[in-house]
Nanobody
Framework: QVQLQESGPGLGKPSQTLSLTCTVP??????????WSWIRQAPGKGLEWMGA???????YYSPSLKSRISISRDTSKNQFTLQLSSVTPEDTAVYYC????????????????????WGQGTQVTVSS
């Protein structure tokens, strides 16, 4: 089972850009045909798939976030990074990175049941 570890600041202010990094120790984000995704869960809400970067380097984004999201990677460090711009308090959530077999939410969860490999999650609060 691959391990994933999220890191980044837990607090941000409205209008700032949120940046989180996922590290995959002991694995490779460029081999095999996997997708490396960011998923979040806001308080009292369900899981929301945000976007993914494939092992090939191609990126895929949720239409609802496409204007604000960017996912990139550093293959030398085996890391991929989420950047979410113009954050508001509605972006407050637990953010997860995950590995799955496709670039949409159904490859990672069905309802509350998870699929694939997930990090433990990191809380991000957006507040002035």
């Amino acid at each position: 089972q691959v391990q994933l570890q999220e890191s980044g600041p837990g607090l941000g202010k409205p209008s700032q850009t949120l940046s989180l990094t996922c590290t995959v120790p002991g694995g490779s984000i460029t081999t095999d045909y996997y997708y490396w995704s960011w998923i979040r869960q806001a308080p009292g809400k369900g899981l929301e798939w945000m976007g993914a970067i494939a092992s090939s380097g191609s990126t895929y984004y949720s239409p609802s976030l496409k204007s604000r999201i960017s996912i990139s990677r550093d293959t030398s460090k085996n890391q991929f990074t989420l950047q979410l711009s113009s954050v508001t308090p509605e972006d407050t959530a637990v953010y997860y990175c995950a590995r799955g077999a496709g670039p949409t939410g159904t490859w990672y969860y069905v309802g509350t049941a998870r699929r694939g490999s997930w990090g433990q999650g990191t809380q991000v609060t957006v507040s002035s």
